[in-house]
Structures are given as C-alpha cells and as structure tokens.
C-alpha cells in the first residue's frame, strides 16, 4: 500500500482508481447531445403538466382527468421524473470540495494518531500492524468481503463503516460536503476543516478540556461557579489560545462558560436547554423530561487492563449501574446516560412537539400564514415538520459517516489518553506520537492522575466510544440538520417566555431569573440543544471532541440545506422562507 506524503492527498477513497476513471469521464459526457435530447423531452412534458395546473387541472389524478376531458395521460408521473431529474442535475453541479486531513495518518507509522479501536491491537495506542493493513483493504476497496477478512482484537464489531458508501436520492452527495463553505456561500465557514494535528496545541487544548469535563461530570451545571474544580478548569483554558469556547468581556473563561458552544445563544440562560426541561406530550402520551441516568461517582476504562480489552473489543463485564430516581438533566453524567440510548434526532422530535404545544408561530415564510380558509398539515404542517426529522437526520447521517471513515479516521479522545498516558508513564519510546506541552503539564491531568492512578482519560460508559471515528461526530451532524429544519418550519426569533432551570439535584423546576432571562430566543435555546446533545455524548461522556461537534453542526446545517431546497419545488405551494444560519447570516428556501 503507498504511503501518501500530504495531507490533501491523504484521504480514503469511496471508489477504486478505475472507479474514479468511470465517474470522471460519466462527468466529462454529462453535457452530451443524447442528455440534451432527454432532458429537452423531459422539459416539454414538464410543460404540459405545468399548463395543466395553469387551467386548474393540474392536482387532478390521471383517472380524474380522464373522466373529465382529452388530456395527456400520467401527467403527474411525468412531472414527477422532471421534478427528480432537474434536482439530481442541479445537485451535481455542485463543485467537490478538498477533502484535508491533519497528515497524522502518514506521519506516524505505528498509527497512534489514527483511529483503530476493536482491531487487534499490540500496546496501548499501538495497533497490530496486519490488523492495520486488513482494515485499509477493506476501507479503500469498499468490498463486503474485505470487511468480513479485518483482524479484530475482540468480539465487538465496527459501526457501519459500509454507510459511508451510501448514496441517498435527496440532497447533494456526501463527496461534495468537505473543506470548503458550502456552494453559493463562499464567505462561510469551511464545512469540514483538517482535524488537529495531535501534537498540535489545538489538540492539547481540547484534551486538557476533556480532563476537565470528565472531573466535573457529577457537578450541577448550576454549581459550575462555586465549585473549586469548575474555578480551576476555567483558570487554565482561560490561559490556553488554543480554546475555542466562548469567553466574556476581558477574554476570560469563567465556570459558567465551561463546555458551552460559540453560537448565538449558547452562552445566554442556564446551561441546560428550555427544550431539553420543558415537558409535553407526544399526542396523549405525557412527557415530563424527567430522564432515567446513571449513578454518580462511576467512572470506566482508568485501570490499563480494561483500557486495552476495550480497545481490542473485549468486553470487561461491567455495567451502567442506574439511577433509580428520574430526574431532569442537570449535569455531565445525566447528558452522557441521555445520548448513550438516545435515537439520534429524538431531542429535536421533542423540541417539535414543545414548540407545537406551547403553539409558538410559524416560519413568517410558511404560506399559510394569515390564510383564512387552509392550514399547514403534510405539507407545512405538523406532519410533514415532525416525519421530516428522521428523514432529515438520515441523509445526515450518510454524510458525516462518509467524512468519518473515508477521510479523516481520526481517533477518539479515549486514544488520546492512552498516548498521554504512555508519554507520561515513561513509554514514549513505545509510541510514535507526540503531544503538545500544554496536556503534558495540564493541572487537570494531574488531578485526573491523583484520582485514578493513571494518566488515562475515565469514561462514563464501561465501552468508551462506539466502534466509529470520532470525527465529525453523528449526534452533531444530526443536530445541526434538525434545528435547520425546526427553523424552517419556527420563528426563530420568537423569544422564550418563563424560563426555567433544573434544580442542582435535578428533582424539579425552577424559574430562572438571571439577568438575561429576557433574551432567550428559539434560535438561541435550538443552538444551545445541539450543544447539550453532541456535548453530552461528547465532552461530557468522554467520547468526542469540541471540534468534532462543531464542524458537525455546519455540516448538518448544509446538508439540511440542500434538502429543502430539493423538496422545496416538490412542493404546490409557492413560498419564500429564510432562516438564520449557524455564522448568523441568512438562507433563503424558495420555490418562487
């Protein structure tokens, strides 16, 4: 297998070199007159159909037409193949972005900067090196069989790794979202930038971060700024560049900034989301947001034994142990046992029936609005709002799992702690890779090292991270695609009225009255939402990185994106909606 030698060449690819060859000349005749000729049929029939609709005929089913006067036949199933033609051609002019990694993958021959959990591995942070080649076999070819053949280290399998290679019949393809804005947006944000080099202080940062959190997991968000731990935590990444969470006026971290994300909002209210507290009800059924979590002071994989039977996929034989009070989450553990079990778009499904219960307005773009006669429902409505997240959250899913095992196969932070720990415990001569100065000397390794004996990074769950690279993360690509749906469908500027707050025990509800309790907005607490759930199975559990929820946010953004832009011609209403976009800039979905 050739080494690459740079990181923008170093990506895996979804397709073979004569794979490639295929789609690259299928490209260059795209523009063929045999094309030219079909769509151009494609078109006139189109038109017919349009003019049908243009003499009020045109919801009319063939059958229905039929009994009424001479008309073309299945004009519907017509318009139909135009509607999905034109969408697919539009779509595949989009420019393939640069798809950059960090390099690490090359740079480190032993792969301790790559992600290899569940294959056979020979140290902590070292995999086998015939595991290693079996699973780059398998990736780079794509074939079931090559997958069957991958070395593992246990009995525990990799999470779908042949998702990646999907293709979806909505939205862009998975190829064309990278390290670029998404198209039409040239002044925004790369969608998905190279991850942190591992001797980076990027990383280091984000490690240190993550010491933190894991120390603070059984702490009330509310007690953030009275608690010794949470005042030290904010002292050092306060003290750090590299820290990508908000800060206040002087530049300063302070507690209750701790593990919050960088949007609009997020640093506004209590730490929780409204949406995340408010109880509802799923038709008849109540829902009170009272969670079943796990019991405090239990933390997994700090011992070197278990850590390595977990990275080869070797169960240890320990369990989550329960909570057997429901409470309302309040902290790190409770947001970790939520995203543990959780189906991947089930907080936004819940904050669509919030905002639908405590009846919040519309889109000013929903075309229904002020109508006298019609309301929304499968189109507009809350059927269509509500089915629409677990098909949104599917295409999301397919993208970022693209991004995950054919480009960046970065590791998660449980690695990173095993590397640490062998550079802390006198192997470094056992491991390729380096680390920054800033984890190495970090007061929250050395706290984490008091308590547990080990440099390792402690785990909320006995089998740390799914068996799937840590970036970009699901939950957040998810997230990010779900709340632009909800704000195509919600007034996003509509404000929050009676803000509550769990109580520190999480037991029960009480109202917040901080300064800011007038600013929350739909938009900020959505933002804010996203950053509880990705957060949660993330910083919180000790599974994702902050990068990794972030460059997913504006992936999901994008990909949620294009998705209504496609539906958006599929539906007879014609409308005009805009949204406010993750960088505060506005999008406009339109049919008209």
Not at 509 to 533: F, I, M, R, S, W
Request: proline letters at 6%.
């Amino acid at each position: 297998m050739p080494t690459p030698t740079d990181s923008s060449n170093e990506t895996l690819s979804a397709l073979d070199e004569s794979g490639h060859k295929q789609v690259a000349k299928a490209k260059d005749t795209r523009a063929s007159s045999t094309r030219r000729k079909f769509l151009s049929n494609i078109g006139r029939a189109s038109a017919a159909a349009y003019g049908l609709t243009a003499v009020g005929l045109g919801p009319l089913s063939g059958s229905a037409v039929a009994e009424t006067q001479a008309l073309p036949a299945a004009f519907r199933v017509t318009h139909a193949l135009n509607l999905r033609t034109v969408a697919a051609e539009r779509d595949s002019h989009i420019p393939v972005p640069p798809h950059t990694t960090n390099g690490d993958l090359s740079r480190y021959r032993d792969r301790s900067a790559s992600y290899s959990k569940g294959l056979l591995q020979d140290d902590i942070g070292v995999v086998n090196p015939s595991a290693w080649t079996s699973f780059m076999k398998a990736l780079r070819s794509g074939h079931n069989s090559d997958f069957e053949a991958i070395i593992m280290g246990g009995t525990r399998t990799l999470n779908g790794p042949q998702g990646s290679y999907a293709f979806d019949l909505e939205t862009a393809d998975s190829d064309q979202f990278g390290n670029a804005p998404w198209d039409g947006d040239k002044s925004g944000p790369a969608l998905v930038p190279p991850f942190a080099p591992i001797a980076s202080a990027d990383y280091g940062t984000q490690l240190v971060e993550m010491y933190w959190a894991s120390l603070l997991r059984d702490v009330a968000f509310t007690d953030y700024a009275g608690n010794s731990t949470a005042i030290a935590a904010a002292a050092e990444l306060s003290t750090m560049p590299a820290y990508a969470g908000p800060r206040d006026g002087k530049g300063k971290v302070t507690p209750d900034l701790l593990f919050r994300g960088a949007l609009a909002g997020d640093a506004i209210g209590p730490y929780m989301s409204q949406f995340m507290i408010t109880p509802t009800a799923f038709g008849s059924q109540r829902l009170d947001q009272l969670m079943t979590t796990y019991l405090p002071g239990i933390d997994y994989m700090t011992d070197t034994t278990t850590f390595l039977q977990v990275q080869n996929g070797i169960s240890t034989g320990l369990n989550n142990q329960v909570d057997p009070v429901q409470r309302y989450l309040h902290d790190g553990r409770g947001l970790a046992a939520y995203t543990h079990v959780d189906v991947l778009f089930q907080a936004y499904f819940t904050a669509f029936l919030v905002l639908s219960a405590l009846e919040f307005p519309s889109n000013p773009g929903n075309p229904y609005n002020g109508s006298k006669t019609q309301n929304g429902f499968g189109t507009f409505g809350g059927p269509d709002c509500g089915a629409t997240q677990g098909e949104i959250a599917a295409r999301a899913l397919n993208r970022v799992w693209f991004q995950k095992w054919l480009v960046h196969l970065v590791h998660r932070p449980e690695a990173g702690g095993g590397v640490l720990h062998q550079i802390l415990s006198g192997n470094q001569n056992k491991i390729d890779a380096r680390l920054n100065s800033n984890v190495l000397n970090s007061q929250a390794v050395a706290q984490s090292f008091s308590k547990y004996g080990t440099y390792l990074l402690s785990q909320a769950f006995p089998e740390g991270s799914p068996t799937h690279p840590s970036y970009p993360t699901g939950h957040g690509t998810v997230g990010g695609a779900c709340i632009t749906l909800l704000k195509f469908f919600f007034d996003g500027s509509h404000p929050w009225p009676n803000p509550m707050v769990p109580s520190s025990d999480g037991l029960s509800l009480v109202p917040y009255t901080g300064e800011d309790a007038g600013q929350l907005t739909v938009n900020g607490e959505l933002h804010k939402l996203a950053h509880n759930v990705s957060y949660g199975h993330g910083i919180h559990a000790g599974i994702h990185w902050r990068s990794d929820t972030e460059s997913s946010l504006l992936l999901g953004e994008a990909v949620a994106l294009s998705f209504l832009q496609d539906r958006a011609r599929t539906y007879h209403e014609k409308f005009t909606v805009q949204l406010t976009k993750l960088d505060g800039s506005t999008a406009t979905i339109s049919n008209e």
